[in-house]
């Protein structure tokens, strides 16, 4: 801690902090809903959202189940249609199922929360601020390529969900289709910043094209950095870019389930986020009261934002999801596609360590990675190795040697 920090009459720094009277540092309001966050370890902060989110889940449920709520009654009287048409399944859903879908969340949650990947230790050195200004900006540029993707992927998933799609919900098949459509639409407008819900209220072209983005808001951390522009967009390491193929191979590739594309772009890629972007956006703080570097919740918004709407957005999707889940291999099928989500992401983090820090830092192979997260088909490896050729050269790192690699980012079950 900088002397010009603890002398400071005021006690504060930015609008970020403040120091108590013992001389901990407490997150002023509209920072993060745990103001304790830098006095906590990582293994506490995963603690506090595993509980958290439990909570959230179980508060929907409730809601859900009440014979007052708008979706109460919209699912009962899909039901009702469903009972009346000869071989319609919609009634056997976990949604009408006491119980059920509390009972998915809870093996879906565990499963998702305890992966390794969430207590990497990229996220917990940068938790720790044990990085200097260059560490800093060459994290933010190279994680930038990730946080560009996630919205493309919500919109090959939602690509996915039309009229041609077989279900066996009969006169409803194009009703659970729309609802998988505007969740999935409703992720992408908070990503884009282009919701609207009324004429009046449409903005002009100018208007639009200046929508405050999740992008936008990402670049707005390059200012506090002191990112020109011109040196925000960089090639990606391999495995950043193993990760955004996953993601989108997962979310639109015609191998993978409508299942496994929903649960690529909720489940997998949302649950862990606000403990993750909690550890970065914790990092930085505490790295720029310790330098006196001026950064503002203004420059910090992205990660601020994603901690308090993504599990709004993971209780939505999971919602979704369980319309989807009429067959008996939907739970698998949902554990398959995280176990290639995480891994990827794991090997990503291993990589960005490795660049910023030029110090050994293990590959999921190398982790003793637990049976459970083992991936049970090469489905992805072959659609992965064949994605990687269709790369611009110019958009990742020595991209000949990239697009000639044969090692994928998944320990396989088969190969154990």
């Known amino acids: 801690m900088s002397s010009a920090n603890s002398s400071d009459s005021t006690r504060r720094f930015s609008d970020l902090l403040q120091l108590d009277g013992d001389g901990s540092p407490t997150l002023l309001p509209g920072v993060h809903p745990l103001p304790d966050l830098l006095s906590l370890d990582a293994a506490q902060v995963l603690e506090a959202f ?17 014979d007052g709520n708008s979706l109460h009654r919209l699912f009962a009287e899909m039901r009702a249609i469903a ?20 009972a998915m969340f809870l093996e879906l949650h565990e499963h998702v ?10 996220f917990v050195r940068i938790f720790e601020a044990r990085f200097d200004a260059p560490q800093l900006r060459g994290f933010a540029t190279n994680y930038f390529n990730q946080v560009k993707n996630t919205r493309q992927c919500v919109a090959l998933a939602q690509g996915r969900f039309s009229g041609f799609i077989p279900l066996p919900y009969g006169c409803l098949n194009e009703r659970v289709s729309e609802l998988a459509q505007i969740i999935l639409a409703q992720l992408l407008a908070d990503e884009y910043g282009v919701g609207t819900h009324s004429i009046e209220r449409y903005p002009d072209l100018s208007s ?7 992008i936008v808001m ?39 389930s409508l299942v496994e594309s929903m649960a690529s772009v909720g489940l997998g890629m949302e649950w862990g986020v606000p403990e993750f972007f909690s550890l970065l956006l914790g990092g930085m703080i505490r790295w720029a009261w310790r330098e006196d570097v001026a950064l503002t919740q203004r420059h910090l918004i992205v990660f601020i934002a994603h901690v308090q709407y993504d599990v709004l957005h993971a209780i939505s999707v999971m919602l979704a999801t369980s319309l989807f889940g009429h067959e008996q291999e939907t739970m698998q099928q949902i554990k398959q596609a995280t176990n290639m989500l995480m891994s990827s992401r794991y090997n990503m ?15 999921i192979d190398a982790v003793g990675l637990d049976a459970r997260y083992h991936v049970t088909d090469r489905r992805i490896e072959e659609a992965l190795l064949s994605a990687r050729q269709e790369v611009a050269g110019s958009r990742v790192v020595n991209a000949s040697d990239y697009k000639a690699g044969k090692g994928v980012p998944f320990v396989f079950a088969d190969a154990v």
Request: aromatic share 10%; hydrophobic share 35%; net charge negative.
């Open 50 to 66: 595993r509980v958290s989110q439990l909570e959230d889940f179980t508060r929907v449920i409730d809601e859900l189940e009440a």
């Open 83 to 102: 009972d009346r048409e000869p071989a319609n399944r919609f009634g056997e859903l976990d949604l009408f199922r006491p119980g059920a879908l509390q």
């Open 113 to 122: 929360m305890s992966h390794p990947v969430w207590s990497h230790p990229c």
């Open 208 to 214: 639009l094209l200046n929508s405050t983005t999740h």
């Open 218 to 256: 990402y670049r707005q951390l390059f200012e506090g950095l002191g990112v020109p522009f011109e040196k925000q967009d960089v090639p990606m390491l391999h495995g950043v870019a193993d990760n955004v193929l996953t993601q989108r191979l997962l979310a639109g590739h015609p191998s993978f």
């Open 349 to 363: 983090m291993s990589d960005l360590y490795r660049q910023l820090f030029t110090e050994p830092c293990a590959d």
